[in-house]
């Protein structure tokens, strides 16, 4: 037999899911709609599903000769900031799931290391691990308020979207700072001071 390391399930926790009414026999079915909220650090550093938001589960959840396999779809909110320009940014997130739960003692849960594949304990499910994988795959790493965001003006950090067109700042390129002082000028391209 297998060993795997099991935690016990609360039934009661929002994201177990309890299979005790579908019978066992392959091709038994029933579907689920279930509103419940997003656990903690469900996300990346800089954009995630708050706390404690509204996730609604649809989930359909059959009978086959391994195991219960769950599949549908969860959607939340996503909040976090832009990675060009630090705006705020949210929007409505659906992810598709689909998992199949192996019952203790299958071949599956025999053959399978622990990893590979979720395992029913006492005839319940812990969705987490699954949602939080399907969700943390379809955030962006580097999200953007919109595709072509200009970002941040390196020179004075304001927005380029928020600055007039012909925004810039004057550099003297180092190289150039100590003739600039020689000549009076304040660049390579500007002449220098006729002498008095």
């Known amino acids: ?76 909110p996503v909040e976090g900031e832009c990675g060009r320009c630090l705006t705020e940014i949210g929007y409505d997130l659906t992810v598709n799931i689909q998992e199949l739960f192996a019952y203790e003692d299958s071949a599956t849960d025999e053959t399978t290391d622990e990893d590979e594949v979720g395992r029913l304990q006492d005839d319940m499910i812990d969705l987490e691990p699954t ?15 919109r595709e072509d965001c200009p970002g941040l003006c390196p020179e004075c950090g304001a927005r380029w979207d928020e600055l007039p067109e012909d925004h810039h700042h004057e550099q003297i390129d180092p190289r150039w700072a100590k003739l600039s002082k020689l000549t009076g000028s304040s660049g390579p391209d500007e002449p220098a001071e006729p002498a008095p």
């Open 1 to 76: 037999m297998a060993e795997h390391s099991t935690k016990h399930l609360d039934p009661r926790a929002p994201l177990v899911l309890d299979t005790r009414d579908l019978p066992r026999g392959a091709g038994a079915m029933r579907t689920l709609h279930r509103v419940v909220p997003a656990p903690a650090e469900l996300g990346l550093q800089l954009i995630g599903v708050p706390e404690g938001a509204d996730l609604t589960l649809d989930l359909r959840l059959e009978s086959v000769t391994e195991g219960v396999l769950v599949s549908g779809t969860v959607t939340g």
């Open 131 to 145: 949602l939080r994988a399907e969700v943390v795959l379809a955030l962006p790493v580097n999200p953007l308020c």
